[in-house]
């Protein structure tokens, strides 16, 4: 592991830590699974409950047990509600609803947000040069908001500045 991998999930591992001991509420992952027909009958799509996490800008930190020490790419959420019935007013809205439903059959609690279509960040040598979201150059980890952002910050000012701003709101931010 190279020194840039090793200060990345060190910075994590803090920025986890942090979060934590401050009290601040985490968020569902999940994973969207649609089912495969039986007997030609299709089945509802639902959400996999894969852990908690907190959503960090563009990572999603791990929180729980099962997820700690992990970290994402932020992709979709949707918070669980009743879905209500489709009004076929606009794809956009119809995928929303679907997601709102799909995450009502996964068992999560009821108002909760649900992060999914987040995709897994491997913390070892393949973030040296990577396109992803959090990459290593020159020994320094980084991160972008996206994989086609050009611009990058060094992830320990990315964190300091995102984490200090969940564990500390400024005045109002939650009223």
């Known amino acids: 592991m190279t020194d840039g991998v090793q200060r990345a999930c060190e910075l994590l591992d803090d920025a986890a830590r942090r979060l934590r001991v401050a009290g601040v509420p985490d968020e569902a992952l999940g994973e969207y699974v649609q089912p495969k027909a039986v007997l030609g009958i299709r089945r509802e799509a639902t959400m996999r409950p894969l852990g908690r996490v907190w959503r960090v800008g563009a990572l999603l930190i791990g929180s729980s047990l099962e997820s700690g020490g992990r970290v994402w790419a932020t992709g979709a959420i949707t918070r669980v509600t009743d879905p209500g ?3 076929f007013q606009s794809v956009s809205a119809e995928v929303r609803r679907a997601y709102r439903a799909a995450a009502a059959k996964g068992h999560f609690a009821a108002g909760d947000t649900v992060n999914h ?7 070892d040598g393949t973030l040296v040069g990577s396109t992803a979201v959090l990459f290593v150059e020159d020994d320094v980890p980084l ?7 050009g611009s990058a910050v ?3 000012d990315y964190l300091a500045d995102r ?3 969940l564990v500390e709101p400024p005045r109002g931010a939650t009223d």
């Open 143 to 149: 991160v972008r908001w996206s994989p086609a952002a």
């Open 163 to 165: 984490v200090g701003l």
């Open 85 to 87: 019935r489709a009004q």
């Open 154 to 156: 060094p992830l320990a």
């Open 117 to 123: 279509g987040a995709t897994a960040i491997a913390l």
